[in-house]
């Protein structure tokens, strides 16, 4: 590892313009280009304590052995060396797009004498009519399929259709009608350059006319009984409308735009591009990236949009490129798409209306591309095994954790304070095995108490299930209140389920406990344990800001690796136990909000609640009935009816509610049928959402 002070350059050294500069590794290997308005300014970012760098850009600056600078005239040729440098180096430390591929296009090439419609790729030619791109070649096959019914253009290769000239018979699509076979003299060569550009204009989205006149030349038809052209007439326009419903129309005035979308973690970004023309989408494409170096959304947005354009002119730079972040600054890039385009390019985030919605599904389809490309990742058995080796190593545990907890504190400013506590074996998730804490030992805000209560609480009901089973060793003693404790003797191997075959809630101890947080979370974890006498199971935190991952005792965390699985593990791990816990607070919250009088009657459950409800309309209307008049609902006797007329009465009735728009006053008051219990199993698959005052 090297010391960034033994390369650093003197003062004065580095010039006050715009330029590029590169970092070199001891081998001479360009390891990061980056580009920048002042470049002393930024290079001085990275000479300055390491203790205050980000740890990946603290990585970089250690790997590399030497840097150097070219000085430009603008911030665009910064943009454009910066781009060519990248592609020309391949940086390790720079943000990379795993999938570079060039996408197809529908290209029409109009230069030639008889015009052919095909898929083509790369380097775009003079006289061709490009549509795209599209995703895959495929949807491009299927929708000119549909449409050589109509436009029955040359779709042959040169070789195909000299051969047919030769020999003076056209090839299959010529028997069939759909291609107008000009290599036989059945088309003039001014008869298929027209066809050639009713095709492109109905590509290009000018299809309203075109139907019309189909429709009309139909209806003629009919009219003059020829009815075997007007049922080719009907199916063709069929087929088109079959096309058109390929590409639906997004945007109105025939807009032409890129839609670029980004789903991002600490780790990884997905990119999503929809390309709009005439309007339409024509084509849809995408990258996952690692964020190998410390990146902002707008960061992410310019490496995009240079992955994008870089090797683009003219019409496939479109007019408009609609982002979810501007590039700081914004004019430069902006000025540099103009440059590839020709014309002026609109760089800017959408606000409001048509293009607003289709940004969201945009968005949409990345957080998908996102999740994908996670599940995949963690569902391979090789990634999994070797995400827990590296956590063992890292951790310096025994062997690799099989089972995995994590534990995360949520609450709304203090308010319906819970905790959850989820399970990861073998690398995957065991959602049987969740569990649900409210917080009872105090009240208000305080995650590092909160965290002390659930691991006593959880692992307590782990050592009372040990000595249920008779796991105790000899050497083991009970505590002085009467908890108990691990002694100096083995444990004894017994059966960790009940009598009718089920799990025990809280038999199974994990050989790793993970807490969301940092220094206090992961001291407070530790401290609950060796209260408890529990000193087998590791314990460590992972802090959100930095991915740090923290173990009791050190000053110092433990920063593993950014391409590492077994942070990318951790992170999982982390990531579900968050999502659980703000799922179950949002619960509690709703059911608070939600409460009615009948929740305080003891001893009523939720199927009386709504039988009672059910027989009486609402809560205004029992509180008013006799104890005889509850009583006629079934399975409610004498004593029940006595004690839920009593809570009625005891609880002061709600203000009644008003309609803002009839000023109508509502009666009717339902009570709410929810609710839910500490330490107890829940179901799976909840919405994972976030919002800003929940943690």
Same mark, same amino acid.
């Given at each position: 590892m090297a010391d960034p002070s033994s390369y650093r350059p003197r003062p004065g050294e580095i010039p006050d313009?715009?330029? $590029? %500069? !590169?970092? #070199?590794?001891?081998? /001479?290997r $360009? @390891? %990061?280009?980056? =580009? &920048? =308005?002042? +470049? /002393?300014q930024r290079l001085a970012n990275y000479f300055q304590d390491l203790a205050n760098l980000h740890p990946r850009t603290r990585t970089m600056v250690t790997t590399a052995a030497s840097v150097e600078w070219t000085v430009v005239s603008t911030e665009v040729e910064a943009l454009q060396l910066e781009y060519s440098w990248i592609k020309e180096y391949d940086p390790r430390f720079n943000v990379k797009y795993r999938d570079d591929k060039s996408y197809p296009y529908l290209a029409v090439t109009m230069n030639e004498e008889f015009p052919r419609v095909q898929v083509m790729r790369g380097h775009k030619k003079k006289g061709v009519r490009y549509f795209g791109p599209?995703?895959? &070649?495929? &949807? @491009? /096959?299927d929708t000119v399929d549909l449409l050589l019914r109509v436009f029955p253009v040359r779709t042959c290769s040169t070789g195909v259709f000299k051969n047919a000239s030769r020999?003076? /018979?056209p090839c299959l699509l010529g028997y069939i009608g759909k291609c107008s076979a000009p290599c036989v003299g059945r088309i003039t060569p001014e008869d298929h350059q027209d +066809? &050639?550009?009713?095709?492109c204009d109905f590509m290009a989205g000018r299809t309203g006319t075109y139907l019309r006149r189909l429709e009309k030349q139909m209806m003629e038809a009919a009219e003059e009984m020829e009815y075997e052209r007007a049922a080719r007439l009907r199916d063709d326009i069929e087929a088109l409308k079959k096309a058109m419903e390929k590409n639906a129309v997004v945007l109105a005035d025939a807009t032409d735009a890129d839609l670029i979308a980004v789903a991002e973690d600490e780790l990884e970004a997905a990119v999503q591009i929809f390309?709009? !023309?005439g309007g339409r989408v024509r084509g849809q494409r995408g990258w996952v990236t690692d964020k190998v170096e410390e990146v902002t959304t707008g960061a992410l947005v310019e490496h995009a949009l240079q992955q994008l354009y870089g090797e683009e002119t003219g019409d496939a730079v479109p007019k408009e490129v609609l982002v979810p972040a501007l590039p700081e600054p914004v004019e430069p890039v902006q000025e540099w798409l103009t440059g590839r385009r020709g014309s002026n390019v609109s760089l800017r985030i959408p606000q409001r209306g048509d293009k607003k919605a289709l940004m969201e599904t945009v968005e949409r389809n990345a957080q998908q591309a996102l999740a994908l490309h996670k599940t995949k990742r963690a569902s391979d058995l090789t990634t999994r095994s070797r995400a827990l080796e590296e956590i063992a190593d890292a951790l310096d545990l025994d062997s690799a954790p099989l089972r995995i907890e994590c534990y995360d504190i949520s609450h709304l400013q203090g308010d319906d304070v819970v905790a959850s506590m989820v399970v990861f074996e073998d690398g995957l998730q065991r959602k049987s095995e969740y569990r649900r804490f409210q917080i009872k030992g105090f009240a208000g805000q305080d995650d590092v108490r909160s965290m002390h209560e659930v691991i006593t609480r959880r692992f307590r009901r782990y050592l009372a299930e040990k000595e249920k089973t008779g796991e105790w060793a000899e050497g083991e003693e009970a505590h002085t209140d009467g908890e108990p404790v691990l002694g100096d003797g083995d444990l004894l191997t017994s059966s960790l389920k009940d009598d009718d075959g089920r799990p025990r809630k809280f038999a199974y101890p994990p050989q790793l406990v993970v807490v969301d947080g940092g220094q206090p979370q992961v001291a407070a974890a530790r401290r609950a344990l060796d209260e408890l006498g529990i000193d087998d199971i590791a314990v460590c935190g992972l802090a959100k800001r930095l991915e740090e991952v923290w173990v009791p005792g050190d000053d110092d965390p433990v920063v593993l690796p950014r391409s590492s699985e077994g942070l990318y593990l951790l992170q999982r791990v982390r990531d579900e136990a968050? #999502?659980?816990? @703000?799922?179950y607070q949002r619960t509690k919250r709703a059911k608070r909000f939600r409460a009615g009088p009948l929740d305080d009657v003891p001893g009523l459950g939720e199927t009386r609640k709504q039988a009672l409800i059910k027989h009486f309309g609402s809560v205004k209307k029992l509180r008013s009935a006799t104890i005889e008049q509850i009583q006629e609902v079934p399975g409610i006797g004498r004593k029940t009816a006595e004690t839920i007329a009593a809570a009625l009465a005891r609880a002061a009735p709600a203000a009644p509610a008003v309609n803002t728009a009839t000023g109508e006053i509502i009666d009717d008051e339902e009570p709410d049928t929810t609710g839910g219990s500490s330490g107890e199993p829940v179901s799976a698959g909840l919405p994972d959402e976030r919002r800003g005052q929940e943690r």
């Open positions: 313009s715009p330029g $590029v %500069y !590169r970092f #070199r590794d001891e081998h /001479r $360009v @390891i %990061y280009v980056g =580009k &920048a =308005k002042s +470049l /002393r599209y995703g895959h &070649a495929w &949807a @491009i /096959r020999t003076g /018979r +066809l &050639a550009e009713d095709f390309h709009v !023309r968050h #999502r659980f816990a @703000i799922t």
